[in-house]
């Protein structure tokens, strides 16, 4: 790449006076491939490591933990002057190599085993700017690279709008949410307000021993199932059926709420729908609400509102790390508007879930093309 790439980026002078749009690691999202942010600094005021002059169409890869692949593409000018910190390896393709195939190049898993492999540390792995611009990139004539880089990039943008579409069909279900019930903790709508520990049957805690995991068997939900009031089932892992019969206490039936109860991720909830009825709950906290009483869907995306930041996290602030217990969770203030109403809401919600399904099996469907092509043209 060093052959195709112009390795002389200049740097911030010392004595420049002037404001700058300032690029360090954190501003870059590795999910979405791209800058997130700029921070506006005085020059005379700006971090040591913002050093390099960078320019629209560069490409960013971040030299500190290579295999998170933190890479993205300069796509605008700014009004300030634009600096990299050293952190990146800045990728100026010359007229041989088009940077949109450059770019999409440098997200291959071909690129990124190569920077992994050739990465030291093992508490902080990195690579220098040299072993980026030693990574071999196929190289076909330019306007077949362009070829190339106009159908992945075609692919990738119906990616991220199907991604996109599935975002705003989660945030539906909030804005259904506040128009029908209002703020759960300004109450505006005046709704009798009860305890948690009055509107459920059993509250129980998981298991404090890890079980022996198996291949396959029941799932064995742990909080990083938990995501956004949902199951995910990424990274599960599945326990067989002698280490079931050990966690009775664990097993979860339909509507119960798993609340996690320690670590960065305390106080996400998730609702037990039917595809994990019978299966397991890891180390959490595990609700049986009362169904004449409460909707399950009801309380799970309260939980998901601004609930969480105002009423739940505070509560687990502790010096070591976030926590919740039994009667934290029995004490939580719940708004409980008609069931008729909670219900009504519980099927809105499953009629969204339905078509965040059709999306979700687009997405993968989508992702399973861009990574074929992916490999087609950048693997070994």
């Given at each position: 790449m060093g052959?195709?790439?112009?390795?002389?980026?200049?740097?911030l002078?010392?004595k420049?006076?002037?404001?700058?749009?300032?690029?360090d690691?954190?501003?870059v999202?590795?999910?979405?491939?791209e800058?997130?942010?700029?921070?506006v600094?005085?020059?005379?005021?700006?971090p040591?490591?913002?050093?390099?002059?960078?320019?629209?169409?560069?490409?960013?890869?971040s030299?500190?933990?290579p295999?998170?692949?933190?890479?993205?593409?300069?796509?605008?000018?700014?009004?300030?002057v634009?600096v990299?910190s050293?952190g990146?390896?800045?990728?100026?393709s010359?007229e041989?190599l088009?940077?949109n195939?450059l770019?999409?190049f440098t997200?291959?898993?071909?690129f990124?085993?190569s920077l992994?492999k050739a990465?030291k540390?093992?508490?902080?792995p990195?690579?220098s700017?040299a072993?980026v611009?030693g990574?071999y990139i196929?190289?076909?004539?330019?306007?077949t690279?362009?070829?190339?880089?106009?159908?992945l990039?075609a692919?990738?943008?119906?990616?991220?709008?199907?991604k996109?579409?599935l975002?705003?069909l989660?945030?539906?279900?909030k804005?259904?949410?506040?128009?029908?019930?209002?703020?759960?903790?300004?109450?505006?709508?005046g709704?009798?307000?009860h305890?948690?520990g009055?509107?459920?049957t059993?509250?129980?805690?998981g298991?404090s021993?890890?079980?022996?995991f198996s291949d396959?068997g029941?799932?064995?939900?742990?909080?990083?199932?938990i995501?956004?009031?949902?199951?995910i089932?990424?990274d599960?892992?599945f326990?067989d059926?002698?280490e079931?019969t050990?966690?009775?206490k664990c097993?979860?039936?339909y509507?119960?709420?798993i609340?996690v109860?320690?670590?960065?991720?305390?106080g996400d909830?998730?609702?037990?729908l039917?595809?994990?009825?019978?299966?397991y709950?890891?180390?959490?906290?595990?609700?049986?609400?009362?169904?004449?009483?409460?909707?399950?869907?009801?309380i799970?995306e309260?939980?998901?509102?601004s609930?969480?930041d105002?009423i739940?996290?505070?509560?687990?602030?502790?010096?070591?790390?976030?926590h919740?217990n039994?009667?934290q969770?029995?004490n939580?203030?719940?708004?409980t508007?008609p069931?008729?109403?909670?219900?009504?809401?519980?099927?809105?919600?499953?009629?969204?879930e339905?078509?965040?399904?059709l999306?979700?099996?687009?997405?993968?469907?989508?992702?399973?093309?861009?990574d074929?092509?992916m490999?087609?043209?950048?693997d070994?």
């Amino acid at each position: 790449m060093g052959d195709v790439c112009d390795t002389n980026i200049g740097t911030l002078s010392s004595k420049e006076d002037c404001l700058i749009d300032y690029v360090d690691i954190s501003s870059v999202d590795n999910q979405k491939k791209e800058i997130s942010s700029y921070k506006v600094f005085k020059s005379s005021e700006a971090p040591s490591r913002a050093r390099q002059l960078i320019q629209k169409n560069d490409v960013l890869v971040s030299t500190v933990r290579p295999n998170l692949n933190a890479v993205a593409m300069v796509t605008t000018e700014t009004p300030n002057v634009m600096v990299a910190s050293t952190g990146f390896c800045v990728l100026r393709s010359k007229e041989a190599l088009d940077n949109n195939y450059l770019f999409h190049f440098t997200k291959s898993k071909t690129f990124i085993n190569s920077l992994v492999k050739a990465a030291k540390g093992a508490s902080y792995p990195a690579v220098s700017n040299a072993d980026v611009y030693g990574t071999y990139i196929p190289l076909p004539p330019v306007k077949t690279q362009q070829r190339i880089a106009n159908e992945l990039g075609a692919v990738y943008v119906l990616l991220q709008l199907r991604k996109r579409q599935l975002e705003e069909l989660d945030q539906l279900i909030k804005s259904v949410f506040y128009e029908m019930f209002g703020d759960p903790v300004t109450n505006e709508k005046g709704w009798t307000v009860h305890v948690l520990g009055e509107l459920i049957t059993n509250l129980r805690y998981g298991t404090s021993t890890p079980p022996i995991f198996s291949d396959a068997g029941y799932c064995f939900i742990r909080a990083t199932n938990i995501k956004l009031g949902r199951i995910i089932s990424r990274d599960m892992r599945f326990i067989d059926e002698n280490e079931a019969t050990k966690l009775e206490k664990c097993k979860l039936h339909y509507g119960d709420l798993i609340i996690v109860r320690s670590g960065v991720n305390t106080g996400d909830s998730c609702v037990v729908l039917e595809e994990y009825a019978g299966h397991y709950a890891g180390y959490d906290i595990i609700v049986s609400p009362d169904f004449t009483a409460i909707n399950p869907v009801f309380i799970n995306e309260l939980i998901n509102t601004s609930y969480m930041d105002r009423i739940i996290k505070p509560l687990t602030r502790r010096a070591a790390q976030p926590h919740l217990n039994a009667e934290q969770v029995k004490n939580l203030p719940i708004i409980t508007p008609p069931l008729s109403l909670q219900e009504k809401f519980a099927e809105i919600v499953d009629q969204i879930e339905s078509q965040k399904s059709l999306v979700k099996q687009a997405i993968d469907e989508t992702q399973r093309l861009f990574d074929s092509l992916m490999s087609k043209y950048f693997d070994d």
